[in-house]
């Protein structure tokens, strides 16, 4: 699967702003979440979270505008645009320290 498009928009000290953008089709890379978001819905209507540990695949349906509170997880996943329109989401990322990386990539197997 093709990698969607990543834009850093701000950094500043431990505070990291990203745009996402997934065309339908397109994943992220495997991945963990170790710090909590803030995520904010422009675009987009499902995404499937696939886990790399075998766990059932988890649909989320969105709605534009929606805004999300996201915990901290070490557990693998990836996001897969299986909707009909791009998705397209700005997320705060609340790091521990400048230099952490926000979603730290995993081995593809």
Not at 7 to 25: M, S
Not at 28 to 45: A, E, K, N, Q, S
Request: aromatic share 8%.
């Amino acid at each position: 699967m093709k990698l969607g498009h990543q834009e850093l928009l701000h950094h500043h000290g431990n505070y990291l702003v990203r745009r996402l953008r997934l065309a339908p089709g397109e994943a992220t890379p495997w991945h963990r979440d170790p710090f909590h978001r803030v995520t904010v819905v422009l675009r987009g209507d499902v995404l499937d979270i696939e886990f790399r540990d075998g766990g059932e695949t988890q649909a989320w349906k969105m709605t534009v505008g929606e805004v999300d509170w996201l915990e901290p997880s070490d557990r693998v996943h990836r996001a897969v645009n299986v909707g009909k329109e791009t998705f397209e989401e700005v997320t705060t990322f609340f790091l521990d320290h400048p230099e952490a990386v926000p979603q730290p990539e995993e081995e593809s197997e």
